[in-house]
């Protein structure tokens, strides 16, 4: 359970058939470039998602609603406040999963794949996904006016849970807008971040692994 629910933060698929439009090798390095150059002036986060989850074995959709803050390249926290309330903290080393009626801390240095996801966890919501070569290969798309990073693992245990990972990324912010995941299996995720605030105040207790 613990993973599906690391799985299902990260992210989602956009269903239809609309047409990618491939760029340049000199412009995919400029899309990256300034893509890391914002994300690198981001030193906190603050924002209102809508996640939309998809299973093979379900007809129905599966949405959610709820609050992500972020904060200086080591804390997360996901707090689902619609249908259900579930909060996700990750703060450094550590991982706080807690539901109405129990809650788990988790060493994520205890796992390869908790320390992979936890790192594509924070480096999505910024867009420093990019720039990870280690993790991913990295293709640069337009779309509908909007920059799409596609990104695939090279990691084998991530290679063998996600067949790729996807931002969507407004050109004239140059930040993340939409991070989607689509698994091995077909199921997908679908994360829309919106009322962003960028480099608030965020108190420290935000993040408290209690």
């Given amino acids: 359970m ?25 412009e995919r390095a400029e899309m990256i470039e300034r893509t890391r150059a ?34 200086g390249g080591h804390s997360l926290r996901w707090e689902y406040t619609s249908p259900y309330t579930y909060t996700f903290v990750l703060n450094g080393d550590q991982v706080m999963m807690r539901s109405a009626d129990k809650t788990d801390v988790v060493d994520v240095k205890s796992s390869r794949m908790f320390q992979q996801i936890a790192r594509i966890m924070l480096n999505s919501v910024t867009g420093r996904s990019l720039t990870d070569t280690e993790d991913f290969a990295v293709e640069m798309y337009v ?26 990324i407004d050109p004239a912010s140059r930040m993340v807008r939409v991070v989607e995941l689509i698994e091995k299996g077909g199921d997908t995720t679908r994360i829309e971040m919106r009322n962003v605030r960028k480099n608030v105040p965020i108190d420290d207790a935000v993040f408290a692994i209690e």
């Fill in 143 to 168: 779309q509908e006016g909007q920059w799409l990073a596609e990104l695939r693992p090279k990691r084998k245990e991530m290679a063998q849970l996600f067949d790729r990972v996807r931002l969507w």
């Fill in 38 to 71: 914002a994300a690198a002036e981001i030193t906190s986060l603050q924002c209102d998602f809508s996640q939309v989850k998809n299973l093979s074995l379900l007809q129905a959709a599966m949405t959610s609603e709820g609050k992500m803050y972020y904060k």
């Fill in 2 to 26: 613990k993973r599906l629910f690391l799985m299902g933060c990260l992210l989602g698929a956009m269903g239809g058939a609309l047409a990618q439009e491939p760029v340049s090798v000199a």
